[in-house]
């Protein structure tokens, strides 16, 4: 963002959160802060936040924590923890005919599985040991899998709000001024 446009966010912050004040050392620590995100999709994250109906203004991480989630983000390791039970239960509960359901239900569930062997080769390997060295690398791949999917979604969602040189700037990390 360029200064003249954090000064204008400050200013529109100042007119939605009247107890929001404007100083020189705000606006140098907002731009400090601010400045590798494009000005178009800092609008978009305040606009999501006063559509929360929040009682005081945002700081700066707040919006770049929206920035995150409208781009794609956060807490793989939870989901890919998930996604490793359920398959452990899936290849030792369930038959290998109900692969093509688990994969259709799951499609991202079955691309990681296909990257560490597939089905078959997690069946193969259920002796403990062999599935055990398999984790690590499965939570990784499945990690990388769920950040790209909700990059993606959230470039989608940004592509509808934003001008395509802001897009691009935030999917190759510069600043579009």
């Known amino acids: 963002m360029k200064r003249s446009q954090t000064l204008q966010l400050l ?47 945002p700081n700066p991480g707040q919006l770049i924590a929206r920035l995150k989630e409208l781009v794609g983000g956060p807490e793989p390791e939870i989901q890919a923890g998930e996604a490793w039970e359920k398959v452990l239960r899936f290849v030792r509960e369930f038959p290998p005919q109900l692969e093509p359901q688990m994969d259709a239900k799951h499609p991202l569930l079955g691309t990681v599985v296909g990257m560490v062997g597939g089905w078959s080769g997690l069946r193969a390997s259920d002796s403990g040991q062999l599935l055990n060295s398999t984790r690590p690398h499965f939570l990784r791949l499945y990690a990388r899998a769920v950040a790209e999917e909700k990059r993606k979604s959230g470039l989608d969602r940004l592509r509808e709000a934003l001008p395509e040189a802001s897009v691009l700037a935030i999917e190759e990390g510069t600043n579009a001024r």
């Open 11 to 57: 200013a529109r912050l100042s007119e939605l959160y009247p107890a929001f004040e404007v100083s020189q050392a705000r606006a140098e620590a907002w731009q400090e802060v601010l400045d590798p995100f494009p000005a178009d999709a800092v609008r978009v994250a305040v606009s999501a936040y006063v559509q929360e109906g929040r009682e005081f203004a």
